[in-house]
């Protein structure tokens, strides 16, 4: 998940994918946006093309046929938008519709402080939300600090409790 657009959760996705599978882990990477044809991707749709009533059906049915027929260790589906940002109310279902379809054991959390063109609410609301939307728990932070070289990683790893990266760097 994400507290914006254009915040990282495709290149977390795709990193942490890759880092799987380097280590010998038999990893799935499913991607839900314009660009999932890049690599590591192993399959993609473009969710915003479909409604977001059937946007769940189609991320069940794609973790149901992976793991009876791959057999995977860890399953990484990217988020897209956000539940709560302002400004652009349009993919907050899309988001929804993507977490109710994964049911996540767990949610990496992508942040982009002082974004150009977004006006995102903040980790905190988000994590709520997403916490609050589906029976997971948000368990790390991928801080984008490209608009913000001077935020400290250690200062939000302090604030929330979690392990905290910026996988851009």
Do not use: W
């Not at 590591?40 to 059906?57: C, H, Q």
């Amino acid at each position: 998940g994400g507290t914006s657009q254009e915040c990282g959760k495709r290149t977390t996705t795709r990193r942490l994918g890759k880092l799987a599978k380097e280590r010998g882990l038999n990893a799935i990477i499913i991607s839900t946006d314009e660009m999932g044809l890049e690599k590591p991707t192993d399959i993609n749709f473009r969710a915003g093309s479909l409604s977001v009533m059937d946007v769940p059906a189609v991320i069940m049915g794609t973790l149901k046929y992976m793991e009876e027929n791959k057999n995977p260790d860890i399953i990484f589906v990217e988020g897209q938008s956000s539940l709560t940002e302002r400004g652009n109310p349009h993919p907050k279902g899309l988001s929804a519709s993507i977490l109710f379809g994964a049911m996540p054991d767990a949610v990496v959390l992508c942040h982009r402080p002082n974004h150009p063109f977004r006006e995102p609410v903040g980790i905190k609301t988000e994590l709520n939300a997403i916490e609050a939307v589906e029976p997971t728990k948000v368990i790390a932070l991928s801080i984008n600090r490209r608009n913000a070289q001077d935020e400290s990683l250690e200062n939000i790893e302090e604030e929330f409790s979690l392990p905290t990266v910026d996988i851009h760097t």
